[in-house]
């Protein structure tokens, strides 16, 4: 069975700080990634996915997530912090077979210190 | 751009109460899902639909059942609420495989 750790349940920057939120998952078979965001009283949006081919995935809002295989992580980084980056951000695997669908990450709420 | 849309934000009802949450997409979506939020606890998968009147069970089942009569809408249905329902209820779409999920922004029920 396909499961997603995300270690740091609240990770918090200060404002042009990295962020890094971390995403590790499980999957018997080679994954599809994704990373969603949710602003206050919002429902999910899509930053980025991996499916296949470059490892590098950009997104929206200037994120970008590397998949490392041999390491079955998926984080998420960005090089600058803004005041309006602070949300949830979630980390989602489906396997690439069938129509499964996702697994979620329990969550990071990321805050972003002026 | 994919809209989904839950019929209610904000939902306030009693125990024992029956409730439903609807949940219409317009862009054609085979797939349909209901989730839970809840702090600490993430997402939790409650009953998915692949297709018109077809529905699986997901992770926590228990105390609900769904009902998809057209493609574009599905409904959530709390048969008796209770207060340990009282929780954050999302609703998403996707098209067939696995692509990505496009969310609702939300019903917040609180049962009391």
Known sequence: AQSVTQLGSHVSVSEGALVLLRCNYSSS????????????????QL?????TGATLVKGINGFEAEFKKSETSFHLTKPSAHMSDAAEYFCAVTPNSGNTPLVFGKGTRLSVIA | DVKVTQSSRYLVKRTGEK???????????????WYRQDPGLGLRLIYFSYDVKMKEKGDIPEGYSVSREKKERFSLILESASTNQTS?????????????LHFGNGTRLTVT
């Open chain 2, 88 to 100: 954050m209820y999302l609703c998403a779409s996707s098209s067939r495989g696995r692509s990505p």
């Open chain 1, 29 to 44: 078979v080679p994954p599809y990634l994704f990373w969603y965001v949710q602003y206050p009283n919002q429902g999910l």
């Open chain 2, 19 to 33: 409730v439903f949450l609807e949940c219409v997409q317009d862009m054609d979506h085979e797939n349909m899902f």
């Open chain 1, 47 to 51: 930053l980025l996915k991996y499916t």
